[in-house]
């Protein structure tokens, strides 16, 4: 059984950076797309950024472009996304995910099989 396991996460003031990490156990997901999504308190799920099995396709949300870079080593089963530039709205639950079949990168939530059980990143201003 596949689990991913986030850490990483905490409290951080406006500008400030984080580093999440998914760690994946139970199986190698070194040829599965992987991906972050966040949650606010009274909103939907919403795509963070993605990476295919190589590393060399990554997509990311509009609103993360620039300040965001999400990258895996498949030696150790992880992926990371690191924060940079962060901001108040950025502030939600993050969730590691991945899909369980299929090499495309995708955006939507449905298309991804394995979660983690999610990891709270607040930004204050």
């Known amino acids: 059984q596949v689990q991913l396991v986030e850490s990483g996460g905490g409290f951080v003031q406006a500008g400030g950076s984080l580093r999440l990490s998914c760690a994946a156990s139970?199986?190698?997901?070194?040829?599965?797309?992987m991906g972050w999504f966040r949650q606010a308190p009274g909103k939907e799920r919403e795509f963070v950024a993605a990476?295919?099995?190589?590393?060399?396709?990554?997509y990311y949300a509009d609103s993360v472009k620039g300040r965001f870079t999400i990258s895996r080593d498949n030696a150790k089963n992880t992926v990371y996304l690191q924060m940079n530039s962060l901001k108040p709205e950025d502030t939600a639950v993050y969730y590691c995910?991945?899909?369980?079949?299929?090499?495309?990168?995708?955006?939507?939530?449905?298309?991804?099989?394995?979660w983690g059980q999610g990891t709270q990143v607040t930004v204050s201003s």
């Open positions: 139970g199986r190698t997901l070194s040829r599965n797309v």
């Open positions: 990476i295919a099995w190589s590393g060399g396709t990554t």
């Open positions: 995910a991945a899909r369980v079949r299929g090499v495309i990168v995708t955006t939507s939530p449905r298309e991804y099989g394995y």
